[in-house]
């Protein structure tokens, strides 16, 4: 069966300070991956999206980037947190084509201090 | 670009009762793909209904329906029988068909209370 990992599941940073969250999956090949930040309270944003590896599509002018490196790992990153970056962190997999639904990991709450 | 709108940030229902959330959504493509999600507060998001955009006939799950207007490009929920459990927020979403682009997003979400 198909799972998804990510982590870490809290993470408190400084202003300034770099980033890396690292989302994986297992069971599948050649999935959709996603990446989505959630503000308290609020919906969820898409803030990147790929479809296979090294094809990564941004959403959202921002101050982090994604990349991936191997077909199941999507990699969420920032060189420099700000602010406003705190936040929930979803990362998702669907499958690549049809009406199947989106898979979600547990999350990460980032609070940027 | 494609867009989901829930203009009700937050609902309440009573124990047993029947309620409908809207959702409405702008895209230019005629194939697509319509999904709620329920977020409890363990905030793990949870499918709770499709829809293909080819097939007229509305999806139904247990208690779960909606009411596919794709003219209108409306999409709404209806939760019968409300339970304690159905209390979450709630998420509308759109997924391009396929092939070089598989965005899904999601709408802002709404809270939904059921009362004892």
């Known amino acids: 069966s198909q799972t998804i990992h990510q982590w870490p599941a809290t993470l408190v940073q400084p202003v300034g300070s770099p980033l890396s969250l690292e989302c994986t999956v297992e069971?599948?090949?050649?999935?959709?991956l996603y990446w989505y930040r959630q503000a308290a309270g609020r919906g969820l944003q898409l803030l990147f999206y790929s479809v296979g590896i090294g094809q990564i599509s941004s959403e959202v002018p921002q101050n982090l980037s994604a990349s991936r490196p191997q077909d199941r790992q999507f990699i969420l990153s920032s060189k420099k947190l700000l602010l406003s970056d705190s936040g929930f962190y979803l990362c998702a997999w669907s499958v690549y084509t049809g009406n199947t639904e989106a898979f979600f990991g547990q999350g990460t709450r980032l609070t940027v201090v | 670009a494609q867009t989901v709108t829930q203009s009700q940030p937050e609902m309440s229902v009573q124990e047993a009762e029947t309620v409908t959330l809207s959702c409405t959504y702008d895209?230019?493509?005629?194939?697509?793909?319509l999904f709620w999600y329920k977020q409890p507060p363990s905030r793990q998001m949870i499918l709770v209904i499709r829809q293909e955009a080819y097939k007229q006939q509305n999806a139904t799950e247990n208690r779960f329906s909606v009411n596919f207007q794709k003219a209108a490009k409306s999409f709404s929920l209806k939760i019968s029988d409300s339970q304690l459990g159905d209390a979450a927020m709630y998420f509308c979403a759109y997924r391009t068909y396929g092939g070089a682009t598989n965005k899904l997003i999601f709408g802002t979400g709404t809270l939904l209370a059921v009362q004892p």
């Open positions: 069971g599948t090949s050649n999935p959709n």
């Open positions: 895209t230019s493509e005629s194939d697509y793909y």
